[in-house]
């Protein structure tokens, strides 16, 4: 089965950066895709940010362009979203997720594989 484990997520105050990096040893089917999604406490999943392990097509929340780079390590067989410009409402547990369907790519109900998640806070 494939395994998703994020990793990066810390503490920073307002205006830092942040490089999350989500592992997916022994994925390496060729139609599909990793996003990195964010949840707060009593919120919805908010799609972030995805790439496509196929072409490297990427796709942002309007809520992070210019701010947030997601990119692809083949080497080292992991997606990372570095995350500059940080703000409070950047705070939450983030998750990649992985996709085998080309389904619209901000729908958690898309997805088929999760990570446990790593904690981002942004405060002063």
């Known amino acids: 089965q494939v395994q998703l484990v994020e990793s990066g997520g810390g503490m920073v105050q307002p205006g830092g950066s942040l490089r999350l990096s989500c592992a997916a040893p022994g994925f390496t089917m060729p139609y599909y895709s990793i996003t990195w999604f964010r949840q707060a406490p009593v919120t919805e999943r908010e799609g972030v940010s995805c790439i496509s392990i196929l072409d490297e097509s990427t796709y942002y929340a309007d809520s992070v362009k210019r701010r947030f780079t997601i990119s692809r390590d083949n080497r080292k067989n992991t997606v990372n979203l570095q995350m500059n410009s940080l703000k409070p409402e950047d705070t939450a547990t983030y998750y990649c997720?992985?996709?085998?369907?080309?389904?619209?790519?901000?729908?958690?109900?898309?997805?088929?594989?999760w990570g446990k998640g790593t904690q981002v806070t942004v405060s002063s």
């Open positions: 997720a992985a996709r085998l369907n080309h389904s619209i790519w901000y729908v958690p109900a898309n997805y088929d594989y």
